[in-house]
């Protein structure tokens, strides 16, 4: 079945590092692909989405392309803030059905 | 945008007793909505598939008879969880997939249940 895979974390920064969360994935079909983020006791906030091959999604300063060929959607910022520190996941869906989500990666960043 | 809300926020019960959570889409349709659970510091695992009018869809392992779900209009679904026991303690999320927008899933606050 569809199964989502992502790097482990906690992943520790410093303000204005730079971010790579990779996410890899199979599926059968031609899935859409999410970033959510979950900041401390809240739910799920949708932070960005491709639905298509070579698609790219960006959001806050955030990015990701749709790589068919290396079947990723590897999330990325240029200079994180403390305020980006929250447990981000990886997550796709095929047309109208639920999402299957990876593990989640915490992020921690210090000033 | 898309607002989903779920209620109660957050709820302690005693072990035995039964706990209703409302989903509701406040600005849409939902024909189909989610449940999740998500254990701390673990992803969400899908519990069932909501459906309109019909029965709910679970997920293996899941006990059909324990974790109830209503999906009785287009805007409400429930999950009551009967007969509730510690080891039931968890973060239950719901998603409403918008009508007429493919993957355009929106997700509850969530509820955090506690049974002592």
């Known amino acids: 079945g569809d199964s989502v895979t992502q790097m482990e974390g906690p992943v520790t920064l410093s303000e204005e590092a730079f971010l790579t969360i990779n996410c890899t994935y199979t599926?059968?079909?031609?899935?859409?692909l999410f970033w959510y983020v979950q900041y401390p006791g809240e739910g799920l906030q949708l932070l960005l989405k491709?639905?298509?091959?070579?698609d790219k999604g960006s959001n806050k300063g955030f990015e990701a392309t749709y790589r068919k060929e290396t079947t990723s959607f590897h999330l990325e910022k240029g200079s994180v803030q403390v305020s980006d520190s929250a447990v981000y996941f990886c997550?796709?869906?095929?047309?109208?059905?639920?999402?299957?989500f990876g593990k989640g990666t915490t992020l921690s960043v210090s000033s | 945008g898309a607002v989903v809300s779920q209620h109660p926020s957050w709820v302690i019960c005693k072990s035995g007793t039964s706990v209703k959570i409302e989903c509701r889409s406040l600005?849409?349709?939902?024909?189909?909505m989610f449940w999740y659970r998500q254990f701390p510091k673990q992803s969400l695992m899908l519990m069932a598939t909501?459906?309109?009018?019909?029965?709910?869809?679970?997920e293996q392992g899941v006990e059909k008879d324990k974790f109830l779900i209503n999906h009785a209009s287009l805007t409400l679904s429930t999950l009551t969880v009967t007969s509730a026991h510690p080891e039931d303690s968890s973060f239950y999320i719901c998603?409403?997939?918008?009508?007429?927008?493919?993957?355009?899933?929106?997700f509850g606050p969530g509820t955090r249940l506690t049974v002592t």
């Open positions: 998603s409403a997939n918008r009508e007429g927008r493919d993957n355009e899933q929106y």
């Open positions: 600005d849409f349709q939902a024909t189909t």
């Open positions: 909501s459906n309109e009018g019909s029965k709910a869809t679970y």
């Open positions: 491709a639905t298509k091959a070579d």
């Open positions: 599926a059968t079909g031609y899935p859409s």
């Open positions: 997550a796709l869906s095929e047309a109208g059905t639920a999402l299957i």
